[in-house]
T-cell receptor, first 116, second 111 residues
Framework: DSGVTQTPKHLITATGQRVTLRCSPR?????VYWYQQSLDQGLQFLIQYYNGEERAKGNILERFSAQQFPDLHSELNLSSLELGDSALYFC???????????????FGSGTQLSVL | QKEVEQDPGPLSVPEGAIVSLNCTYSNSAFQYFMWYRQYSRKGPELLMYTYSSGNKEDGRFTAQVDKSSKYISLFIRDSQPSDSATYLC???????????FGKGTRLHILP
């Protein structure tokens, strides 16, 4: 168990809808990262928050947004959903601002989103 | 050309064999190299990291980086069925930079 909690585990919704994915980082971790994993694109970095502030942005669509709350949990909001948004969405956390070498990324078990 | 290329497999080898997993990359600015292991229905977990070129060993795992060839490898000795998973290579330019992942290689260790 990585200590990172993601809810829900599975989400089935229709095109055009909006969903919210939730992540609780490991105790003491200040950074939260969101990744999207699909068969054709692999694991794609979406966005990182550090202690409530946006730290880095990756390939995140304008229809997607995220935030990190004062208690450090984070939410990823996906709106105007399309079929191609179907993927596994992972949240990860780390202690500091990095996430590469000695700052290990701890991943949750993911939310499987199916857009029908 | 994709930044990071990785053969998706699947790669099936008998228990006890030496496994070699590889990635190539195009961006010579990458300095940090990592290998993550991902079991089915789980998130990736960091296995190994190296900085710049060279080898790093941790138990049955050895990570190798050849920056001149833009090629990284992960070797698994005495492979076990519990090593069956998807292995993702990953890299970054700077310590605080975003991590770029390969698509992963599915590995099956046959008992």
């Amino acid at each position: 168990d990585s200590g990172v909690t993601q809810t829900p585990k599975h989400l089935i919704t229709a095109t055009g809808q909006r969903v919210t994915l939730r992540c609780s980082p490991r105790s003491g971790d200040l950074s939260v990262y969101w990744y999207q994993q699909s068969l054709d694109q692999g694991l794609q970095f979406l966005i990182q928050y550090y202690n409530g502030e946006e730290r880095a942005k990756g390939n995140i669509l304008e229809r997607f947004s995220a935030q990190q709350f004062p208690d450090l949990h984070s939410e990823l909001n996906l709106s105007s959903l399309e079929l191609g948004d179907s993927a596994l969405y992972f949240c990860a956390s780390s202690v500091g601002t990095g996430g590469t070498t000695n700052e290990k990324l701890f991943f949750g078990s993911g939310t499987q989103l199916s857009v029908l | 050309q994709k930044e990071v290329e990785q053969d998706p497999g699947p790669l099936s080898v008998p228990e006890g064999a030496i496994v070699s997993l590889n990635c190539t990359y195009s961006n010579s600015a990458f300095q940090y190299f990592m290998w993550y292991r991902q079991y089915s229905r789980k998130g990736p977990e960091l296995l190994m990291y190296t900085y710049s070129s060279g080898n790093k060993e941790d138990g049955r795992f050895t990570a190798q980086v050849d920056k001149s060839s833009k090629y990284i490898s992960l070797f698994i000795r005495d492979s076990q069925p519990s090593d069956s998973a998807t292995y993702l290579c990953a890299m970054a330019m700077n310590r605080d930079d975003k991590i770029i992942f390969g698509k992963g290689t599915r590995l099956h260790i046959l008992p």
